[in-house]
């Protein structure tokens, strides 16, 4: 599947549609356009005010997800254990014609969950697997229990994204990404590789180190692309956008 640059939390379409104005046809590589997801968003649950801004009613998820071949559309999903099966269910429900797939915030999710989902919609549906802070603690901290943790769910994902901030905006490491990213890519498994973790504008140099090895790298920002008001800032997201292409180039 195609590598991506990717922004997270997209909540309106003129959002999208600004976006795609920076974005060129033709080339390889997607804009992801990520949408949040979550136990309490799909519920109509009350959020803290931070995640709430992020987060669309769901409804209107589908008015976010164009239909345009730049474009790759994930709604990233945060929800209990309990309920993977049936919040990645009625998201696939809401998503429209026009959804793509997760990226799955959640720390080591159950595998049986995942094949339920694919044996429900088929296989055509991509799903990145967010690894965090939590699920490397939750093994022992070490990139090696990590990648031998992982590779239980190489049949069932598509994507593995290193995220060690999940939207706080705080950078992540680069040289433990790499040797993360290395000891996956010496299994030889077929799935595509993501960083996340304080990416913005300007602070893309955390990745360049990586780019030699990794030219397939995909990427996501988050929470750097948002102003004082905790809404998506149009100029840093192009800004951002417009260094990343020139980036992968």
Known sequence: MSPYIGITGFSKPEEVFSALEVFPKGISRKLMVGVLASYKSLRGIPMKPRWAKRMPDPTTISRLFLNDERVVNLVHLSTGEETILEDMLKVHELAGQNFHGFQLNIAWPQINQLISYQTAVGRGYRIVL?????????????IQNTVDKLSHYVEVIDDVLF????????????????EFLSAISDKGWNI???VAGGLGPDSLNLVEPLIAKFPNLSIDAEGRLRNNQ????LKAMSDYLAKALQLFA
């Not at 995220?163 to 790499?178: H, L, V």
């Not at 905790?230 to 800032?233: W, Y």
Request: glycine share 22%.
């Open 230 to 233: 905790n809404d998506l800032d």
């Open 130 to 142: 967010q690894i965090g802070q939590k699920a490397m603690e939750t093994v022992g901290g070490t």
């Open 192 to 194: 595509g590789l993501g």
């Open 163 to 178: 995220d060690p901030s999940g939207g706080q905006g705080k950078p992540f490491d680069t040289r433990q990404a790499y």
